[in-house]
């Protein structure tokens, strides 16, 4: 689907092309370096996110790094006052490791868990290292918080005390026990793993983590060769390095071959960690085996929520590593919710009642569809950052970013209509920092209430389970994945993505941003470009600065010293912006276009006409 691309490895300079960037030589004076145009990719389409309206209605985007602030200041509040409150809670059992770690509760009020329930034992890694991944994202130190060191309490999801060595959803069997997936449901398995590798590369310092993230890998390798291209399995032991299927009928055909994805995210991290090539080696073969499954319309291997990685290393490995995966393929198996094994799991779209609910991840077809906030958000985090490899998706990416940003505040029930929720009355409990765990089409609620219908599933996961545990805390905990992708900009149906937010294990990259504009008409906005270059240690604050453009394969600003500039974005297009020094050193290597040697377009194909 994209052009051939020309192979060019020699550094060119072309006084007659327009676009310059102004380079300094070795005796200090300035010299103009021209900056090559090229050739645009053609922009693909995901026919799922077609579907989605351009500006959903009714429209609203919430403050998400503020959100996640908020909610990380009130469940890690010990002395929270109110009904269920606190949620958090300190487990003495020493599980795997030799010090005490952290529980939080799944939903508000869950009778399964809690200070007093099995010694403090049953607690799961999505809420807690959910929470912790969520917070670090925007910003806050949880290494050293209130004198606690939340990141070091996570070791005791690693399993090593049953031999499996990995990182698990639960401390151990008893926990597991209670509720949540433990060592029986693959995906529960495997996505803590890829929350610590990415907890891990913000607190690399931290005792005992490079050898845990050695024997992920480790496992995570030798599982994938134990495969030998066979996913078709309902989970693996890690222990005794065998898959099973599920044990009850008529379930025993489910399958979650999209843990694959999961171990090429995990291996390609540590490749990037260790630079050992069996990593590398592990990822594309666990990738391949992925994409070998036949590909159908109507039929998507997505099962929860690692599907959107694969598709993301898809694109990845084909920008670093040459390799030559469909990422359309895995983009559609992402977002299409047809078919499958767990029917008809992907991305929503539509008006219920007037009501756009467009962008959330789920069932398509569960009672008419059924929405859940941690998937939404955790969808996020892979897709996003693709778009820095492969700028094809920039405008199928932020069209959906949009949809889901703006769904996702309906989860809470402060943003949801009153006459759409279950338990308005209760809503003081969640502190406005809690959501409800999913939006459904028909709940079955009495009495009835008319679609969109926020709710959760709570009530039915354990015998005495009260109301209250329809507002999920797991997946509320996961806010700060939009918290730090999204910001706002000049124009409110134009949201800024920062695409370096949560792309684990990069290397050396400039600040890069994401803009797309869903209206009907051209739209110019106003950067700042000091928060655009905050945070970066290539570019200092007195540098000036250019703007390259992936989409467009240009710079479309050059040589800024102002405090802020405008930047028109074409008419239902993307901008994908490269914040680069205007005294850089340009080259192209094959397909890459670099600065001072760092790579600002993976696919560039130079224009010569």
Known sequence: MQPSLRKLTKLIIYSTLPLLIVACNQAGSSSVTPVVTGIPLPQQSVPRIELMNDIPQPFQIIDYKLLAESFDQTAFNWNANGESWPIIWMDYTYQNFNQPTFG?????????????????????????????????????????????????????????????????????????????????????????????????????EQQDFIGIERSIAD????????????????????????????????????????????????????????????????????????????????????????????????????????????????????????????????????????IDVSGMVGSTTDRGGYGFLMDTYDMAWPIVPLVRYDQAYANMVGKWMLNA??????????????????????????????????????????????????????????????????????????????GSIISFTSESTILQLNLLATDSYHPAAYPSYLYYNPNAQEKTITLDLVSLRKGSTLINSSQAISLYDTVSAKVIAQNLTNATTTLTIPAHSSRSLVVIPSAGNVTISGTKLLVNNIVIDYHFQKDNS
Request: no cysteine; charged share 15%; hydrophobic share 40%.
């Open 104 to 204: 939080l509760y799944t939903a508000i009020g869950d009778v399964r868990q809690g200070p007093n329930v099995e010694s403090g034992i049953v607690h799961e890694a999505m809420a807690g290292m959910g929470s912790v991944l969520s917070a670090t994202l925007v910003g806050i130190d949880k290494s050293n918080q209130d004198g606690m060191n939340y990141v070091a309490m996570l070791k005791n999801y690693f399993n090593r005390d049953n031999q499996w060595n990995i990182m698990m959803n639960n401390t151990n069997y008893l926990s597991g026990a209670a509720g949540g997936g433990y060592g029986r449901d693959w995906w529960y398995d495997i996505f803590p793993n890829i929350m610590f590798y990415a907890i891990a590369e913000r607190y690399s």
């Open 405 to 482: 940003a703006n769904v996702s505040r309906m989860f809470y029930p402060q943003y949801m209509p009153e006459s759409h929720q279950t338990l308005y009355n209760l809503r003081s409990m969640t502190k406005d920092v809690i959501a409800y765990e999913g939006i459904i089409n028909q709940s079955g609620h009495v009495p009835p209430i008319a679609a969109p219908v926020a709710q959760g599933d709570g009530p039915g996961w354990a015998t005495g389970n009260p109301p209250s545990t329809e507002f999920g805390i797991y997946g509320s905990s996961h806010v700060g994945i939009f």
């Open 219 to 354: 496992k995570f390798y030798a599982a994938n060769q134990d495969l030998a291209g066979n996913y078709g399995y309902f989970y693996y032991n890690y222990q005794t390095m065998l898959p099973g299927v599920f044990p009850a009928p008529p379930y025993t055909a489910l399958e979650q071959q999209d843990a694959a994805a999961g171990h090429s995210w995990v291996l390609y991290a540590a490749y990037q960690k260790f630079g050992d090539a069996k990593y590398l080696a592990g990822s594309i073969s666990s990738l391949a085996d992925l994409e070998a499954l036949p590909y159908s319309a109507d039929s998507t291997p997505s099962y929860e929520v690692l599907m959107p990685f694969g598709a993301y290393m898809a694109a990845r490995l084909n920008a670093e590593q040459g390799q030559h995966f469909n990422v359309q393929k895995m983009l559609d198996w992402s977002f299409n919710g047809k078919g499958g094994p767990r029917p008809d799991w992907g991305v929503i779209v539509g008006t219920w009642n007037g």
